[in-house]
Nanobody, 124 residues
Framework: QVQLVESGGGLVQPGGSLRLSCAAS????????MGWFRQAPGKEREFVAA????????YYTDSVKGRFTLSRDNAKGTVYLQMNSLKPEDTAVYYC?????????????????WGQGTQVTVSL
């Protein structure tokens, strides 16, 4: 079993920054690629970013490219999402996810493990 725990969410003003962390525990050797999704009120959960097992490849949805940076520290079993230049439309619950299979995915169904989510609110 794998457990994913997100942290780092909060309230920030537009233009501000936050760094989300996702700590994995349990059978972390079974995790290959990792991703972040977000869900705003009344909307579907959407893909934000993904990173390969080695950390050498990253993928972002268009709306966050140039503002968000995804990285991972395999020794610590942790993935980080650095979010800069935040906008009100970034407000959502952010979820960390892990895949057993290799190869990044932007689809919810492609992920086997999920965290409980952390709230990010961008507002004055």
């Amino acid at each position: 079993q794998v457990q994913l725990v997100e942290s780092g969410g909060g309230l920030v003003q537009p233009g501000g920054s936050l760094r989300l962390s996702c700590a994995a525990s349990g059978s972390i050797f079974s995790i290959n690629d990792m991703g972040w999704f977000r869900q705003a009120p009344g909307k579907e959960r959407e893909f934000v970013a993904a990173i390969s097992r080695s950390g050498g490849s990253t993928y972002y949805t268009d709306s966050v490219k140039g503002r968000f940076t995804l990285s991972r520290d395999n020794a610590k079993g942790t993935v980080y999402l650095q979010m800069n230049s935040l906008k009100p439309e970034d407000t959502a619950v952010y979820y960390c996810a892990g895949r057993r299979h290799s190869g990044t995915s932007s689809f919810r169904a492609g992920y086997d493990y999920w965290g409980q989510g952390t709230q990010v609110t961008v507002s004055l």
